[in-house]
């Protein structure tokens, strides 16, 4: 295998001297952003004989939904946070609005370390109570509320930074559990850091506010490369893609990230992706409508809330009445909570009878490319969806789709066995550990399995 680290090397180098190109990059990018947004909610919905190739909405979903965010988080994997240091349109508005902004300080309370998950948690819930796959203007409610808070932010904070980006943005999270599985990393050498002292270049500006000395990993860097050779001591490199998840230890691994795997990334984001087809979820409003009928409740089953609080389109018979509206946030909770602690009991169990019951939080994070193919496998479904309504029959998905979750287990438990190999002496301790890792993987494997094949 030829050693790519001096062509990564020179890779990096040549961010740090070419920032002025990505500058150009992100600014053509905002405005390609901008135009996708915004015009497509100020057209008339488009009709049934619309096509992808001649309505800008149909384009703008597509492009969006179809090939934007699936293709987002393929990228986390595959290179890191390059998308957010270079290519994301927000981070880049935050950090130029913060030019101009008054530089506060940034406060204690959103420095919390849950904000991600609690921000991803009610942006994917509200997504699906106003449908924002299907409909332009919840798009730019979604997406143009989350540009605006971020633009706010950079105005009050710190200057020159991406205080929204590092604390705030609902993606943040997800973002920094997927580039654990990055094959390539900005490596900082601490010990070759201290020893160049007099760096002959000024010392770079890091936007998402991290202590490049004592950088460890890909989970947090968003590969910018304006640190890129700072005292010699920080390179682009390649690396295992197991290797961060195998070094993480319970110490530095904050609650926040396995609680925002276990309960959002693989419990609410399956439930999200699930209700439209869950029988599960029409015996659940079946029974409630019933109910409603007979205790004089019929004012539930109306749909008359507005359409940036529940779906309502009624010129396309698409609306929500507030049942709906209950029945989504009841079926997605529950989602969270069943899925999620399940695979935290599991979890637990497995750290407890590998004779190390702190070490719980690192065995779940061996979960984490289960957890991306499973959003890769949900939101590559809208893809399928549209490509299929421009009459592509696309016979290979169904494989395809096994083949990627099949993969994904294999991958999750081969993490969960190099792990226990590490970390558990004896093997009478690590096979049933190791059990309940197969346990684990396999719920969430037959998840999908109901939702693509199962119903
Ligand atoms: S450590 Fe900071 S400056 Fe260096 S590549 Fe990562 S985000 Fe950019």
């Known amino acids: 295998m030829p050693d790519l680290n001096p062509w990564l090397q020179r890779l990096g180098d040549g961010m740090r001297r070419h920032g002025s190109v990505i500058r150009a990059v992100q600014w053509a990018v905002m405005l390609f952003y901008a135009v996708l947004l915004v015009v497509p909610a100020m057209l008339p919905l488009p009709t049934s004989q619309a096509r992808l190739l001649d309505n800008l909405t149909l384009l703008a979903q597509f492009l969006f939904w179809g090939i934007w965010w699936p293709f987002v988080l393929l990228s986390i994997v595959l290179f890191g946070r390059l998308w957010c240091g270079v290519l994301c349109p927000e981070g880049a508005l935050s950090e130029w609005a913060s030019q101009y902004g008054k530089g506060l300080g940034v406060p204690r309370g959103v420095r919390w370390a849950g904000w991600p998950t609690l921000a991803f948690c009610l942006t994917t819930v509200y997504g699906q109570l106003i449908s924002v ?27 020159g930074k991406r205080v ?4 705030l943005c609902p993606v943040s999270g997800v973002f920094a559990l997927l580039a654990r599985l990055a ?4 490596q900082v050498d601490e010990q070759r850091w201290l020893e160049n002292p007099a760096p002959r270049r000024p010392p770079p500006n890091c936007a998402p506010l991290l202590d490049i000395r004592r950088l460890r990993g890909a989970t947090d860097c968003h590969a910018c490369g304006r640190c890129s050779g700072q005292r010699d001591a920080v390179r682009l490199i390649a690396r295992s893609s197991n290797a ?8 530095t691994l904050s609650p926040w990230e396995a609680r925002l795997l276990l309960f959002g990334v ?10 439209t087809v869950s029988p599960w979820f029409i015996d659940l409003k079946q029974s409630l409508a019933q109910w409603l009928v007979g205790h004089d409740g019929l004012w539930a089953l109306l749909d008359n809330a507005p359409w940036w609080l529940l779906t309502h389109y009624p010129q396309l018979n698409d609306s929500f009445s507030w049942l709906d509206g209950f029945c989504i946030v009841a079926y997605l909770g529950l989602s969270a909570l069943v899925m999620g602690t399940s695979l935290l009991l599991l979890m637990r169990l497995a750290a407890w009878l590998s004779g190390d019951a702190t070490d719980y939080r690192p065995l779940a994070l061996t979960l984490t490319p289960l957890g991306g193919a499973g959003l890769f496998l949900g939101l590559s479904a809208t893809t399928v969806k549209l490509l299929r309504y421009e009459g592509l029959l696309l016979e290979w998905v169904p494989a395809a789709r096994a083949a990627l979750l099949a993969a994904a287990i294999a991958w999750s438990l081969w993490l969960g066995w190099k792990r ?18 197969v346990l684990a993987s396999g719920l969430v494997g037959y998840g999908w399995w109901l939702q693509f094949w199962g119903w």
């Open 183 to 186: 094959p390539v990393h900005f």
């Open 164 to 167: 929204w980006c590092r604390y």
């Open 420 to 437: 226990l190999q590490a970390t558990v002496a004896s093997p009478s301790r690590r096979l049933p550990a190791m059990a309940c890792l």
């Open 266 to 275: 693989i419990g609410l984001a399956m439930g999200a992706f699930q209700w």
């Open 244 to 251: 961060e998840i195998l070094q993480t230890t319970a110490n």
């Open 133 to 159: 796959y299907d409909y332009a203007q919840a798009a730019l409610l979604i997406l143009g509320g989350s540009t605006v808070a971020a633009v706010i932010v950079g105005l009050l904070f710190a200057r």
